[in-house]
């Protein structure tokens, strides 16, 4: 029983601090371009860019004529496109579904966990999803992926609680029942 909650306690704990982050690391064009990120940033860290998303035909998503890729496996959805100020150097993901407006060429900010082509979910279906739509599959490209923001954690931070709260309960079940074999007894 410990171990179990050990486990989602672990798997629990990078979520709860990523969630304490405060304001994003504001990544440049030229910092992207050059492959350069800032001191200290890497993979995991909330960031932000700006730009103007660099889409076409909406109606067929998943094509070269629309410049967005789909990633879909069970019930989820992710969708990856490329901004006009970055090209191939970065790619934007979003869940479940694509901005409102996209089509609008403004330029907007975009906010999230700074994944890599190699490092996002569902690699495989996602690398054939980029091919389809003729986007870069450099597994090194960055990519921000605006469904994981501190925000976003911090709304859950109940659940997480919870969970931190059962494993802490299930260790002191283990010291109060002396349980041998975890003691080396």
Known sequence: MVMVFTFGASTTAANFSYGLEGEPTVLSVEQLESGELPPGTEVGDYVEVSGTPDVGALERIGTPESKIAVSSRY??????????????????????GLPEDLENPERRAWRGKLETVGTVIFHDTTQDGLEHAGLPQNEDIPVVTTGDTPEYYRRIFPAYSAIIGLWLASVVWLVWKRNKPFLGL
Request: net charge neutral.
């Open 75 to 96: 019930s989820a959805s992710y969708f990856y496109f490329r901004l006009k100020e970055t090209g191939d150097s970065l790619l934007i993901q979003t869940a479940q």
